[in-house]
């Protein structure tokens, strides 16, 4: 089993920064793959960002390219989600999540944090 605890979210005004935490503990691998999604009020759950554990290879959605970027600390355990230039359409619950790199499908989930970005 992995768990996966997020932080850092809260209330930042349009063009603020944020940086999301998600600390991973138990059964952590280095061939996982982590990744951020998030999930407004009333939307389906959307991919953010993602990057593997070991060879630091990144993905990110188009709605956030050039102003999110993700990032690791093997020694910490921990993934990063660095946001600038929010906009209130950026806010909602991101989720902390990881799957196998062979796997297409994330397994563990963290509880969530929230971001609201006011105009």
């Known amino acids: 089993q992995v768990q996966l605890v997020e932080s850092g979210g809260g209330l930042v005004q349009a063009g603020g920064s944020l940086r999301l935490s998600c600390a991973a503990s138990g059964r952590t691998k280095s061939s996982y793959v982590m990744a951020w999604f998030r999930q407004a009020p009333g939307k389906e759950r959307e991919f953010v960002a993602a990057?593997?554990?070991?060879?630091?290879?990144?993905d990110y959605a188009d709605s956030v390219k050039g102003r999110f970027t993700i990032s690791r600390d093997n020694a910490k355990s921990t993934v990063y989600l660095q946001m600038n230039s929010l906009k209130p359409e950026d806010t909602a619950v991101y989720y902390c999540a990881a799957r196998g790199v062979l796997n297409s499908l994330y397994h563990y989930w963290g509880q969530g944090t929230q971001v609201t970005v006011s105009s």
């Open positions: 990057i593997t554990w070991s060879g630091g290879s990144v």
